[in-house]
């Protein structure tokens, strides 16, 4: 690939993207302003239950919480949004010459754009919270690629098999709710029973949020670093494979 192909395709992907960011706000009285409301609001939510009425106390427990569903919601917009995008869109990238994967990419980077919102926002919420930011910027950079690779690997995954079946949305949102409570964000991975860690371990999203947690605000060492590398780059280029074995084959049965 030429570099001027690579740099053709880099502004494809962000004009898409920067598109479907404005498009999902567009026409909404209070537009971007949803991007804020959703995770403070499930902050209120799960914050009243778990700290009020079941007790749990932990360091900045409010800021923690904020922090798992931002990651969250990141993971979850990304998901969601490249399933319909692409089934909005495929007909249009079938009569041109670029390849497919360029639009879950570029879903991921609108949904960055929101992550990166909400998270000036907990960056300010956290001065407020008097929580001492002095975190190592490489660490966190490094993380948020890794969050980047990981919800774009699922999105790999999860279009073709949302293009194929069309009960995979609704299952999907099963799967989520499911994996929202299996996923430590309205509590910590020290409150799990050792026996069902393992379990934990496995889900690079717990990892993530972990991870996340540990650098920005405990000011902990980070935990199982290089094996979620690895386990998040083999879901990366496994999930690209399967898109690309399937992906053609899948759009000519719509």
């Not at 949803?34 to 914050?47: C, D, E, R, T």
Request: a positive charge; aromatic letters at 20%; proline letters at 4%.
């Amino acid at each position: 690939m030429k570099i001027s192909d690579l740099k053709y395709f880099i502004n494809l992907i962000l004009t898409l993207g920067w598109f479907d960011f404005k498009l999902k706000y567009s026409g909404s009285i209070l537009g971007i302003l949803w991007s804020l409301l959703k995770p403070f609001s499930m902050l209120i939510i799960l914050y009243l239950v778990f700290a009020n009425f079941l007790k749990i106390q932990t360091n900045y427990y409010h800021l923690q919480l904020l922090l798992g569903i931002i990651i969250w919601n990141f993971f979850v917009d990304t998901t969601r949004d490249s399933m319909s995008n692409f089934k909005a869109k495929s007909s249009i990238l079938l009569n041109t010459t670029l390849p497919l994967f360029i639009l879950p990419i570029s879903t991921l980077y609108h949904s960055l754009i929101t992550f990166l919102i909400n998270f000036a926002v907990f960056f300010i919420f956290s001065i407020f919270s008097h929580l001492p930011l002095n975190f190592n910027i490489f660490y966190f950079l490094l993380l948020l690629v890794l969050l980047c690779l990981f919800n774009l690997g699922i999105s790999f995954f999860t279009i073709p098999l949302y293009l194929r079946f069309s009960d995979f949305s609704h299952l999907w949102d099963i799967f989520l709710q499911l994996l929202f409570w299996l996923t430590p964000i309205p509590y910590t991975l020290a409150s799990i029973p050792e026996k069902y860690l393992i379990f934990y371990n496995l889900n690079p999203l717990a990892q993530l949020i972990t991870s996340f947690r540990h650098l920005i605000i405990l000011n902990q060492p980070i935990e199982n670093f290089v094996f979620n590398i690895i386990f998040i780059f083999l879901i990366l280029v496994i999930g690209f494979l399967t898109f690309q074995k399937y992906i053609k084959k899948v759009i000519e049965l719509i």
